[in-house]
């Protein structure tokens, strides 16, 4: 089974610092992506990225930026962490877009901004 | 982009059919419909996928009509453990342009 890790479950920052969220997957997959979920607006993109080094805006990409210089590894990056970026962040990967096998996602990494 | 429309909640009990019905008036040619489950604290895992008429694995069945505006995810006979919020997304994906939307999704809650 293909596997996305992302390397935190829970994550206390404080206002104003840089935060890196990893994201790790196994099986060669072309386009990763990075989802914040928070409740009654569902998942919303943030970035994704179709090759490495090639990255692309989502919807709400304000106050992030992403990093992926290797195949398996996406980051997302919190340039200064505000409180209204506490939320669930998921990592998601897929081999051809989502109309071939659907996208495999990570556990999710809880993130509370203080 | 295709935007879909899912009932917020249903409530069913153990050993029920279950059927919820996606509306996604504005689907283009390229898109697939893809419905994917999520339990608490956890990322969403996929279930089904389709393009047109009928789809059917293990877990589910897909049924999506000619003009391909709507589609309903069927669970056969649920259990407890089907208590979940599924989501039902369109979109093609290919070359650079994803801009898949998930929607709010429909919390399914079954009962003993």
């Known amino acids: 089974d293909v596997k996305v890790t992302q390397s935190s479950r829970y994550l206390v920052k404080r206002t104003g610092e840089k935060v890196f969220l990893e994201c790790v997957q196994d099986?060669?997959?072309?386009?990763m992506f990075w989802y914040r979920q928070d409740p009654g607006l569902g998942l919303r993109l943030i970035y994704f990225?179709?090759?490495?080094?090639?990255?692309e805006k989502g919807d709400i990409p304000e106050g992030y930026s992403v990093s992926r210089e290797k195949k398996e590894r996406f980051s997302l990056i919190l340039e200064s962490a505000s409180t209204n970026q506490t939320s669930m962040y998921l990592c998601?990967?897929?081999?051809?877009?989502?109309?071939?096998?659907?996208?495999?996602f990570g556990s999710g990494t809880r993130l509370t901004v203080v | 982009l295709a935007k879909t429309t899912q009932p917020i909640s249903m409530d069913s009990y153990e050993g029920q059919e279950v059927n919820i019905t996606c509306s996604h008036n504005?689907?283009?040619?390229?898109?697939?419909i893809t419905w994917y489950q999520q339990f608490p604290s956890q990322g969403p895992r996929f279930i089904i996928q389709?393009?047109?008429t009928k789809v059917t694995n293990e877990v589910a069945s897909l049924f999506i009509p000619a003009d391909r505006k709507s589609s309903t995810l069927s669970l056969p006979r649920v259990s407890l453990s089907d208590t979940a919020v599924y989501y039902c997304?369109?979109?093609?994906?290919?070359?650079?342009?994803?801009?898949?939307?998930f929607g709010a999704g429909t919390r399914l809650f079954v009962k003993a």
């Open positions: 998601a990967s897929s081999l051809g877009g989502q109309d071939t096998y659907g996208y495999t």
């Open positions: 099986m060669d997959h072309e386009n």
């Open positions: 389709g393009y047109k």
């Open positions: 997304l369109v979109g093609d994906g290919r070359g650079g342009g994803f801009k898949t939307i």
């Open positions: 504005n689907i283009a040619t390229n898109d697939y």
């Open positions: 990225s179709y090759d490495v080094k090639m990255k």
